[in-house]
């Protein structure tokens, strides 16, 4: 997650050019943390995902229309952490000691309106996730629309964290709303410079796809004990009570 983030926000930070620009560059720059300051924000990561996607698939019950809902509304309460993560994922230099002085700093230069900066593209990337999760999670055809829209909406994503990182004490960039910031992205990178980092982003979250829904999704539990009943039927007849 930390290689994605740093990968995304690459070209906006003041430390860019002590790394190559790709993917290998990005992840050099996260290696030189070492062990344990790769994993730095990983905390913040966990807290705002458990709070917005775990939550609200647990409280949809495979309906997608629900699941939007919840995690439109855990997403707008908890964005500052997805914001808060962000800021320390970019962080290479040590810019922040800690959380606590990164939302100093930030509060100082920009308020704390800061930490819902590029709210809107996250909910807007929040619809193809879930559409995507939920197709995963019931067993729909639908998942070979799904996976393409959601690999397209990465770089809606991608722009978030750039308007995240502008005009924070990590980013030579002053812009502050999404369609300037938008328009420097385009008129130095081209498109492409919004899916950076899309291959690790597409390796991770595939797999990770395969796994979350399973753990929660009603549909794929029944299916699993249908499958079980199926490859070993109940032989005695305190069994067959039992099922």
């Not at 067993?139 to 991608?158: M, R, T």
Request: proline fraction near 3%.
């Amino acid at each position: 997650e930390r290689w994605i983030a740093i990968r995304q926000a690459q070209g906006f930070l003041k430390t860019r050019f002590q790394m190559a620009n790709s993917d290998i560059g990005a992840l050099n720059g996260l290696r030189s943390q070492g062990l344990m300051g790769s994993f730095r924000g990983n905390l913040l990561n966990l807290a705002h995902f458990v709070g917005v996607h775990y939550h609200a698939l647990t409280f949809a019950k495979d309906s997608p229309a629900k699941y939007v809902a919840y995690a439109t509304l855990f997403e707008l309460a908890l964005y500052p952490l997805d914001t808060l993560r962000t800021l320390r994922y970019a962080d290479i230099t040590g810019q922040f000691r800690n959380t606590y002085d990164c939302v100093t700093q930030v509060v100082a230069k920009n308020g704390l309106g800061h930490f819902y900066r590029g709210v809107d593209l996250k909910l807007a990337y929040n619809l193809f996730f879930g559409f995507n999760v939920w197709s995963y999670s019931t067993g729909s055809n639908l998942v070979y629309l799904s996976f393409p829209l959601w690999i397209a909406s990465y770089g809606l994503l991608s722009l978030k964290t750039r308007v995240q990182i502008a005009s924070s004490p990590l980013s030579y960039q002053s812009g502050q709303d999404s369609s300037t910031i938008l328009n420097s992205i385009v008129k130095r990178e081209s498109i492409r410079g919004l899916f950076r980092g899309v291959l690790p982003f597409i390796a991770l979250n595939t797999a990770f796809a395969y796994c979350f829904p399973s753990l929660l999704s009603e549909e794929k539990k029944k299916a699993a004990l249908r499958d079980i009943v199926a490859s070993a039927p109940p032989t005695q007849e305190r069994d067959y009570r039992f099922w």
